[in-house]
């Protein structure tokens, strides 16, 4: 354990996040999984495909809200743990891990309780119709019962990567989606389950990748263990975690209501038809954002542990090697988006209709994909050194002070409604992606001098 540590200390910076972030992207491209495959199989069930497909995605909303609530632990506790084993004090990372856990346990009481009451009324304001809300409703409830178990992957797995294992992070992610995988096509269509299967799948799934995590965390490998004794909630603990994980959940949940913004919107200028190709595009927006998340979750172990040990230069290289990495990743897969929009289209649905609406689309919604390197890049490494504050504004920059306005403003200078709905993502990504890159760049030696000079007091 002492040599996954020692890596993050001297490995080639280069060859270090590589080994960290590839098992990383692999586990979030395979993480894709749970939130595509059941759409992909959903939108090919015969009759009802379409529609199916329509209603399971008006649950993305509560889906999102429960994933923030998640990542309010994870990544608020997982760069913290990472700074202090930086300064070589585990006592306190370990704390840091229990504190987190419970906090998972008492919100996933919490969320479903509210989400499955609630779940008819919140789909409909949502914008589910008639012929969408049983769907939904239906998908809503069996996966809202398991999400104890979503809490738990989506809130731990980031103390396994912040201790430098990232193929043992990979494998929570290749274990649940290959149980999706085989269990999907079993429940929705060999035991006619419908949508009710893909849901169950899914949920057996999470409960699987659950066990897992909480083995290897409770295990002699991991280098900061799950113990009884930290599980009581401390606030000098919980509190700092809490203010660095807002940003994330700021993000994730604002997601709910951009998704509300967008339904709502294309609802009342293009119908059931412009609520479906949302409902692709979202999925296909993941192909982009998840990997960019998993090159950032390889380079911020590597990030914090330095700037804990306060080794200025390799955070520094560890940055600008992520940065390159990020952007060259993004702007293939804008080059790629804009030449076969259909090609992405067609993994979720046969309907010839249906595919012409989203190719075109597509091509609006993914139109600034490319700058997404930036911002992704620069507000995970201002999380990873520990910046709550900054972090939490311009994660509320990019979606509730720019994008969602610009949903309902933009209508009212064009004439196509729908174009002007989609265009809104674009004019956001490029605008929040200019005033993130610049803020980072312009604070990251502050930030480092700040923390030498706090280095004494805070040892002492």
């Known amino acids: 354990m002492a040599n996954q540590s020692q890596a993050l200390a001297t490995q080639s910076v280069p060859r270090l996040l590589a080994k960290l972030a590839i098992p990383a992207v692999i586990a979030q491209i395979i993480n894709l999984l749970y939130s595509i495959v059941d759409r992909m199989y959903i939108g090919h069930i015969p009759q009802i495909g379409a529609s199916a497909l329509t209603g399971v995605g008006l649950f993305m909303p509560i889906l999102m809200l429960i994933n923030a609530f998640a990542l309010l632990a994870g990544s608020g506790g997982a760069p913290r743990a990472s700074i202090f084993m930086g300064k070589q004090d585990h006592r306190t990372a370990e704390r840091i891990l229990g504190n987190c856990f419970s906090l998972l346990l008492i919100l996933s009481v919490i969320l479903t309780v509210v989400f499955y009451t609630f ?12 012929v969408t809300l049983p769907f939904a409703v239906e998908y809503a409830r069996i996966y809202i019962l398991g999400s104890v178990f979503v809490l738990i992957v989506l809130g731990m797995n980031p103390f396994i990567s912040a201790q430098g294992f990232a193929k043992v992070s990979m494998l929570t992610t290749v274990i649940g989606a290959v149980c999706n995988i085989v269990l999907d096509p ?42 009884k004794e930290n599980l009581r909630l401390r606030k000098q603990i919980i509190l700092p975690c809490l203010a660095l994980g807002i940003s994330t959940f700021v993000m994730l949940s604002t997601e709910s209501i951009l998704s509300v913004s967008f339904t709502s919107s294309l609802a ?33 172990p590597i990030i914090s542990y330095n700037f804990g040990a ?54 609006i919604y993914m139109a600034g994909i490319f700058s997404l390197g930036f911002q992704i890049c620069c507000q995970q490494s201002f999380m990873a050194l520990g910046q709550a504050k900054i972090s939490l504004f311009l994660a509320c920059l990019r979606k509730i002070i720019l994008l969602i306005p610009l949903i309902f403003i933009l209508p009212l200078f064009l004439e196509n409604k729908v174009f002007a709905v989609f265009l809104a993502e674009p004019i956001s990504d490029i605008l929040a992606a200019a005033v993130t890159t610049a803020a980072f760049l312009y604070n990251l030696n502050r930030i480092l001098s700040r923390a030498r000079e706090n280095a004494p007091a805070a040892r002492g």
């Not at 979202?282 to 390889?298: A, D, E, F, R």
């Not at 952007?327 to 293939?332: D, N």
Request: net charge positive; charged share 15%.
């Open 119 to 130: 779940a008819p009324q919140l789909l409909t304001l949502f914008g589910a119709s008639d």
């Open 186 to 227: 079993i429940f929705i269509f060999a035991l006619d389950m419908g949508v009710a299967g893909a849901a169950i799948a899914t949920v057996i799934s999470q409960a699987v990748s659950a066990v897992w995590i909480l083995y290897f965390l409770s295990g002699k490998k991991s280098t900061i263990r799950l113990r």
């Open 268 to 300: 009342k200028y293009g119908g059931d038809m412009a609520v479906g190709a949302m409902t692709i595009i979202n999925s296909v927006s993941l192909l982009v954002t998840m990997p960019l998340q998993g090159i950032c979750q390889g380079g911020q």
């Open 310 to 363: 306060g080794n200025d230069s390799r955070v520094k290289k560890a940055f600008f090697t992520q940065f390159k990495a990020c952007i060259f990743f993004s702007v293939l897969c804008w080059a790629l988006l804009m030449a076969l929009p259909q090609m992405f289209a067609k993994m979720f649905t046969p309907d010839p209709e249906l595919l012409r609406y989203t190719a075109w689309a597509l091509r």
